[in-house]
């Protein structure tokens, strides 16, 4: 028995100890978050969206049009919503009452609090239909809203990228203006895809997460297909309590019926009238009625003022309505005979602001139509918002750049009042397991002091952890509280950045403790040849924290050169980066030359790899293989490089890393990264083991690595005293 006793000691408790001291965080590669398309949630109606939510009281109901019929038994709202002491999820079950096959009553109950839930549909099957109601127990006296108009999801003003840090940007900008809703006017997506319609509805629910969205579509956006299937309907009705109406229809010179279809008219007219009680009124659709900016004084019917246009006609009137005038004039007529009191547009990619002064009805219509948010414009990417008093119906402007003339006139056709999306550039990147935040206050007139919430894909078997890297003394950006529910982390966050100022947020699941690994894919043609071009494609891979694309390097023959790489777009996760490349030598015979590839992940971790590439002259069989990895070791911070090329020292610096502000927010320990310092000896590896061979005099063991060695050696000192006891129990024998 005591020599069981003592052989259990010796095997087991070793083992045990080394695995409750070894890493408690799992192997990135197999935990990660969702990806941005994972979130996106197919509509099962066609009455309310998460960019057309219905306005409900609490205690009252509303109906709903299913797309298909399906057995609903039960349902539930909940939202995540600050309460001054931090995240709760609030949750309430709703009365769902049948009407018909494809018809529900749904009713909330009267202890509901405000704000903008997610409705779901519970039966045989499961349907969510995310930020979808909108409770408002009391109009607030003065309304702001923000206009974006415009996003083209899916494009950019020069590239994706770019018109995703315009899209990113707005969104921040718009949820530190404090509104009350949000509209969007059209041509929410570039080719109406679904993949870009999905992005929309992705956008929508992380980054505008507590502010309803009434969005109408575009000429882009082929409401018939994608449109409706993720975002909610081309045209709805929404009335807050019994100050304001909001209606939005969908105009398209390029559909069947023209710019002013009749549908669209009469969906506006019926609207109008059944409203006609509610004393302001907003109407939103994409095309605007009048290309002006300034002031306008006539009637609907007033042939000499409102002129159809035509090449050298003075006229305000849009050149894409002067095609239908009947329909012009009609919706005219409905807005001065209804008194709306403001239309707002998008479309021509500029601000143009009309104040329209009707002498038939002696009432102001006041037309807003905003630039562009996410793709090419005449002046800026921009914003609107406005402030309306529900009592006195007076429209004023909180937040204007200094350029802003309001419906002043201007020759040019257009004004500067929207405020540049850019006036708080803002980045987020995302991987499996992190996420950084990068934002800027670019101009000396704002400064933001606001708290935003925010929803990230997440895995709920991952701890977040924070830190602020403030590199300004006028700016943070403070993890107020955060909450896990099911795959989503929600963040409440304050965000303050003075001018100029500058801040970033990483967002952890994970250390990284892995550098990147840079992979040659192929390249083509097979043979270099001299005098032609070589198209060579590889991939930097890094499992945890992500590719850091604005580190990434290369040199041909010491000389950078620049690279197309892959994902284009913030909406993808940046854990593999592919990089194409094209090469070509001048020369009369076989020549030898370098490439270098370096990288650095988020974290700091570095990866450096050269090849040598034979160009051979055309119809030359080469003699060894043409493009190979170049494996060395040397003790100098800098590579001389003889192939091919004049004697000459190439040496690739990465940038030294910020000092870091620590914020914890739970009781997990902050990562602290070390500071990056440059390479001090170049390590060029085979694939399989370029991991084990790179080097960082920084860079530890991970954590616990230790105790596994330990666990090991007396694992194999207990096999051999095992051995040896029984092999002398049998000679005993």
Known sequence: ????????????????????????????????????????????????????????????????VLGEAFDVSTGYMWQVAENGKGLLVENYTVVVNKLEARSLEICVPPNVVEGLYDLEL??????????????????????RVVIMSDLHFGAGPQTLLEGDICRFSAAFLASSLNSTFMIWAGDITDSASESETIQAQVYRYLFLYKYPVLSVPGNHDNPGNFYAKYLGPVRWVRVLGDRLLLVGIYTNPYREGGIGAWEEISFLEEALKNYSHIPLKIVVFHYPLFYYQGEVVARYDDEETLKPYEPGVETPVSSYWSSNMTSFRYVLKLIEDYNVTAVISGHVHRDQFV????????????????????????????????????????????????????????????????????????KLVKSSVFYKLEVKNTVPWLSVNSTLVVALPWNRDLTPRFKNYASSPNSSITVLNHITTGDMLYLSMKLYLGPGATDELMVMGLDDTLPPTILLKKYIPAIPTINRTLTIYMEIVDVEWGVDVSSVSVKFNGTSISVKYAPETLMAEFNTVTLTMTLSLKAEETTPTLLEVYARDYYGHEALKKFKILFYPPGVKPGETPVEEIIEVTETPTTTSTIG???????????TAVTPITQTITSTPVLTPTTTTPLQSTVIATESTLLQTTTRQETTPPKGMDSVVVVIIVAIIAVFIITFLSLRRKHTQ
């Open 1 to 64: 028995m005591k020599l069981k006793t003592t052989l259990f000691a010796i095997v087991f408790l070793p083992l045990l100890l080394g695995l409750l001291q070894a890493p408690t965080t799992l192997p990135s590669p197999y935990i990660s978050t969702l990806s941005y398309i994972d979130v996106a949630k197919p509509l099962p109606v066609t009455t309310i969206g998460p960019a057309a939510p219905v306005v409900v009281a609490p205690g009252s109901c509303f109906n709903v």
């Open 355 to 426: 104040k329209y002064t009707s002498t038939r009805t002696n009432t102001t219509t006041y037309f807003i139509t905003v630039t562009a948010t996410g793709m090419g414009a005449a002046t800026y990417q921009g914003i609107i918002s406005f402030e309306i008093d529900t009592e006195t119906g007076d429209l004023s402007f909180p937040v204007t750049p200094p350029s802003f003339i309001g419906f002043k006139y201007s020759s040019s056709k257009l004004s500067l009042n929207s405020i540049p999306v850019k006036s708080l550039q803002t």
């Open 645 to 655: 090329v004049p004697t000459e020292t190439t040496t690739i610096t990465p940038t």
């Open 122 to 143: 519970v039966g045989s099957t499961h349907h969510s239909i995310p930020r979808s109601i909108w409770v408002l127990e009391k109009v607030p006296r003065k309304i």
